[in-house]
């Protein structure tokens, strides 16, 4: 699973609009699409906020990986919801 997929995860789960969820990452709208869509990479200074706002899911934020299956298996169950 690819960054901006687990962006819009994480953005779903947490039941954030993309207005909300852009605003509460210090971005703006349209960038969050792009970030959403894979057509940009985020900047250090938003990897941070998300890691800051979402401490839990750090790891997988940054590398897809974690030491907590039950973290994905809770996101991609929520997703399957949608």
Do not use: V
């Not at 994480?10 to 609009?17: D, L």
Request: with cysteine.
């Amino acid at each position: 699973m690819e960054f901006n997929e687990r962006l819009k995860l994480i953005r779903k789960k947490e039941k954030y609009t993309q207005e909300e969820f852009a605003a509460s990452i210090g971005c703006g709208l349209s960038t969050l699409g792009h970030y959403e869509a894979g057509r940009r990479e985020p900047t250090q200074n938003i990897l941070t906020a998300l890691c800051n706002k979402f401490p839990e899911y750090t790891i997988w934020i940054m590398t897809g990986k974690t030491n907590f299956p039950e973290q994905i298996g809770a996101i991609t169950e929520s997703k399957q919801e949608d």
